[in-house]
């Protein structure tokens, strides 16, 4: 399920938005995760050395660029896992884009832009309550 949604005005820099995404998901949930996996983008030194000082374990970049796996994490098992599971998050942005409307948005003005997003974020987590029925 997707969890938390922001749309960012214009284009920024993955890089850029690591950390306040780690300080708002502080502000949603009483704490930082314990583990994060990101895309290449995010990756750089200052992001994890920012993460790591938050009290984020186990930081996973898709790309290394520079930085090393006994630095991003505890062990080679726990990066592979976590760049597993990004690549499962992966898959699921992929069903949204061609099946609930994301990878085309034909709609003028922000306003509507925001709305076709929100619209399909959220059919997409009622078809995922929907396939897991709750436990009895």
Known sequence: MILDLVIAEGNPADSDRFI?????QKEIYGRVPRQT???GGYACR???EK???M???DVAFNKKRGLEVEEMTKSQYV??????FRA???????WLKRCFGLSRCHCKGSERFDSHFWLSVVCY???ILARHPAPS
Do not use: H, Q, W
């Open 20 to 24: 306040p995404m780690m300080e708002r």
């Open 37 to 39: 996996s990101g895309d």
């Open 46 to 48: 200052a992001n994890l």
């Open 51 to 53: 993460a790591k000082a």
């Open 55 to 57: 009290g984020i374990s």
């Open 79 to 84: 990066y592979k896992t976590l760049f597993c």
């Open 88 to 94: 499962g998050i992966e898959a699921g942005i992929s």
């Open 125 to 127: 987590n009622l078809v």
